[in-house]
């Protein structure tokens, strides 16, 4: 494996924000990828980060620190919708094919 | 009907029986995968196809057998299995193998 590790559980409240994150421990490093898994549901892409630096995206935005081997995805504006596995996934240069290799994801429960 | 379709939703099968899950994506891409992912578990890369070519076989056991007979179809082939392959089959597409993944609801296998 790559040593992906993310929290397994998280809780805040509806309109907080929330910061979820992810180290990383690997060769060759060429992209890391944030997923939203709804229960019983297919994950969803949501955001992509390759160079350091902040990307926003709405309410939702990812940081990627290649030195540190660490990412964060930060939701603002908390909604009870926003309830989900978040999964951490990171890309290898040089892996077969643009492989992915996913954390176990972190269980978001956001309350009234 | 637009994005990846996966059928059926929910599969029993008996550890000798043969069964098949199928996997549809209606966004053109040219990637295919399969993914298992196991409760507590990251997911897992199964398989990979290219423009039709496996391009990936992640030391998958041999009872199971992927077919992608074109680009917009591919099947997971099941046979023998053993109770520890009970888990949900996630099936996605890119439009490259270095694109974001779009996956498919899944099918939730149990084998008895």
């Known amino acids: 494996g790559q040593n992906i590790d993310q929290p397994t559980e998280m809780t805040a409240t509806e309109g907080a924000i929330v910061q979820i994150n992810c180290t990383y421990q690997t060769s060759g490093f060429n992209g890391l990828f944030w997923y939203q898994q709804h229960a019983g549901e297919a994950p969803t892409f949501l955001s992509y980060?390759?160079?350091?630096g902040l990307e926003e995206k709405g309410r939702f935005s990812s940081f990627l620190s290649r030195s540190k081997g660490y990412s964060y995805l930060l939701l603002k504006e908390l909604q009870m919708k926003d309830s989900a596995s978040y999964l951490c996934a990171v890309r290898r240069r040089g892996s077969t094919l643009g492989r992915l290799y996913f954390g176990r994801g972190t269980q978001l429960t956001v309350w009234p | 009907e637009t994005g990846v379709t996966q059928t059926p939703r929910h599969l029993v099968m008996g550890m000798t029986n043969k069964k098949s899950l199928k996997c549809e994506q209606h966004l053109g891409h040219n990637a295919m995968y399969w993914y298992k992912q196991s409760a507590k578990k990251p997911l897992e890369l199964m398989f990979v196809?290219?423009?039709?070519?496996?391009?990936e076989n992640n030391s998958v056991p041999s009872r199971f057998s992927p077919e992608c007979p074109n680009s917009s179809h591919l099947f997971l082939h099941l046979h023998t299995l053993q109770p520890e392959d009970s888990a949900l089959y996630l099936c996605a597409s890119s439009q490259t193998v270095y694109s974001p993944l779009h996956f498919g609801n899944g099918t939730r296998l149990t084998v008895t």
């Open positions: 980060n390759v160079l350091d």
């Open positions: 196809y290219s423009l039709e070519e496996r391009v």
